[in-house]
Every structure is written in structure tokens, then in C-alpha cells.
């Protein structure tokens, strides 16, 4: 796709590219397509089910799994490629813009890159040697998943990749274990360091090699999800913002558009989760 021409890149995204091949450059028209649908969650596993939509230009600090049932999406990657897919993983930290098709639907899984799941997503894109920044790679990582329609089946299929994930050090597991007790202070790599007898350079080593993050990326994740969920109880944002850890609303607002491309407020009315079972955002 690089140095394709407009109608080139039109063709290959349907129409729906922005006018350069560049993120980010063309606002969304009216009545493009909308998240909506239901929520599920459990311990390093987020997923969204149903209606999936647009989301601008961010960068998740989770690794992410579309599956689609019906419809389609295309994947722009921060250097304009544009690839269509009917399934995809996105490595955490990758930024890319989503467009949908009007009938696009199926599962959008958000695995903690910390996580079994999340690692062993992530060890397929290794296994073959693909770019971590290329959206063709996204889409070919994910061609053994395609027709996988609920989080079980995706799990399952994990479990057995074409490569094994990495094991990670002790030291990075019990950072890990601490981080929510902290989550509404500074929560400074080198407090936690302190914490599980590393210095911080070390530590934040390990979450670059293992969790493919630098540990202000994944600082950000952990609050924004402390935050979410704490929204999804029925707190305020401005008080959800603050016990995570953020200066402000505005503060939160900011860093969950950046990570799913969508406001904290458009994410909640995505979804339909009871609101004692904290689930993801779409993006």
C-alpha cells in the first residue's frame, strides 16, 4: 500500500480510507458505524460482543483479538497500509484506526499482555516473523482464528499456539500483584521496584520485554481500567478519575480516547453489562 495512489488505496479499503492513507485525516461521516452490544470480563480477559464500529486513531495498551461473524473492518496502521479483515490480533502499543463495515459484528477480546492469553496472542505474530507495526500482519496472525465466535473458543485456541509465550520473571509477577493496591497514588516505577527488590531501570526492562510496553503505557491501561470499572458502578467520572490516579475527568476522558479511540461516555452506552460486572471498551 505505501505509495499507492488515492484511487489504489480506495479500492483496496472500499472507499473508506482517509484520503492520504493517513490516520486520522478525515472526520467520520454522519451515521458510520456504532458500537452496541454486551460485555463480558474476567481476570486479564476483556471482551466486547456485537455491533462493531469506528474508532480514530489510538493505541491499546492490550493485545487485542477481533473476530467478526458478519461484515468486515479495515485496519490502517500508523504507516496509512489498509488492510480489510475478517479477523485480526493487535500487539499491545500498536496505534491503528478501525473502520467498519454497516454490518460489521463479532467479538472484540482485550487480553492484559501480562496474561497467558494475551502472550500467547502476541507469540503468533513472533512465530512467523511479522511486523508488530503492520496491519497485514494483524490480519495474517489471525487467519487460524477466523470463525471463532465467543471468548471460551478463543481461550481454547490460545492455549495451543504456534508458539509458546514467555514465562514471566517473578520480580514482573509480583509488581504486577501490587500495582492495584497503589493505583490511586503516583504509582512510580521506582516505588514498585523498591517493593520487589529491582532497581527501576531493571524493572521497567522487564515490562518492555515481556509485556512489549513501556511502564508508562501500562501505567495508564491499569488506571484507565480502574477507573471504567469503577464508572461502571455507578461512581462519578470525576471520582472515578481520581481514585484511579488521574488529575481530572478531562485527564481520563483524554487517556481512554488515546487508548480506544472513543470517550469514556461513548463506551459506557456501547454496552449493556449489569452494572456490578466491571467489561471493556471497544476500540
Known amino acids: 500500500m505505501r505509495g499507492a495512489s488515492p484511487a489504489a488505496r480506495g479500492d483496496r479499503c472500499g472507499g473508506r480510507c482517509p484520503s492520504d492513507g493517513r490516520p486520522g485525516e478525515r472526520a467520520a461521516p454522519p451515521g458510520t458505524p456504532r458500537w452496541l452490544g454486551a460485555a463480558s470480563a474476567s481476570a486479564g480477559l476483556l471482551a466486547f460482543t456485537g455491533r462493531i464500529g469506528d474508532a480514530a486513531p489510538h493505541a491499546h495498551a492490550a493485545v487485542q483479538v477481533l473476530l467478526l461473524t458478519t461484515g468486515s473492518v479495515t485496519l490502517i496502521d500508523p504507516a496509512g497500509d489498509a488492510h480489510e ?3 485480526a490480533i493487535i500487539p499491545a502499543g500498536a496505534r491503528h484506526e478501525l473502520r467498519a463495515s454497516p454490518d460489521a459484528g463479532g467479538l472484540a477480546a ?6 497467558c492469553a494475551g502472550r500467547a ?21 489471525a487467519r487460524t482464528l477466523a470463525g471463532i465466535g465467543t471468548l471460551t473458543d478463543l481461550v481454547a485456541a490460545l492455549e495451543t499456539p504456534l508458539a509458546a509465550p514467555d514465562t514471566l520473571p517473578e520480580p514482573l509477577r509480583h509488581a504486577l500483584a501490587l ?41 495508564r491501561w491499569a488506571r484507565l481500567l480502574h477507573a471504567l470499572e469503577s464508572v461502571r458502578t455507578g461512581v ?13 475527568s478531562a485527564h481520563l476522558t483524554r487517556t481512554c480516547r488515546a487508548m480506544f479511540g472513543i470517550t469514556p461516555s461513548t463506551a459506557l452506552a456501547a454496552t449493556r453489562l449489569p452494572p456490578d460486572r466491571p467489561g471493556p471498551f471497544p476500540g
Open 236 to 248: 462519578s467520572l470525576t471520582t472515578a478519575a481520581h481514585a484511579a490516579g488521574f488529575t481530572d
Open 179 to 219: 500495582a492495584p493496591q497503589l493505583i490511586d497514588g503516583p504509582l512510580l516505577l521506582k516505588e514498585l521496584a523498591g517493593h520487589v527488590g529491582l532497581s527501576a531501570s531493571r524493572l521497567g526492562h522487564l515490562f518492555a520485554e515481556h509485556l512489549h510496553l513501556p511502564y508508562p503505557t501500562w501505567r
Open 110 to 115: 482485550y487480553l492484559d499482555p501480562a496474561g
Open 121 to 141: 496472542a502476541h507469540a503468533r505474530l513472533r512465530q512467523e516473523g511479522h511486523d508488530p507495526a503492520s496491519a497485514r500482519a494483524w490480519r495474517d496472525a
Open 85 to 87: 479483515a475478517r479477523a
